[in-house]
């Protein structure tokens, strides 16, 4: 498996022994919706890990937003969310 940007290809092995990946589209972090390639408005967002100094780890998270929750202005709400679930952000 090798995931880039958010979208995972998967290789596999037909009975003729040739190779094929297979495509698993991005979905929005906070909706599970499928991200098509007619969402304009859809973001991938990378927010990175730092340690009590403010000094980056090296580690980081990405997040993708549909273009639909952008547009009902909910995506501040449900980047909040999406970070304090993966304890990037501290209360």
Do not use: W
């Amino acid at each position: 498996q090798k995931l880039i940007f958010n979208c995972l290809f998967l290789k596999m092995e037909m009975e003729d022994n040739k190779n094929v990946f297979v495509y698993i589209p991005r979905k929005c972090s906070f909706t599970n919706r499928i991200l098509t390639s007619k969402d304009h408005s859809s973001v991938q967002i990378s927010i990175g890990s730092v340690g009590n100094e403010g000094v980056y780890k090296g580690k980081f998270e990405i997040f993708s937003l549909c273009g639909n929750l952008r547009k009902q202005g909910r995506a501040d709400e449900a980047l909040n969310l999406l970070v304090e679930k993966t304890d990037l952000l501290k209360k």
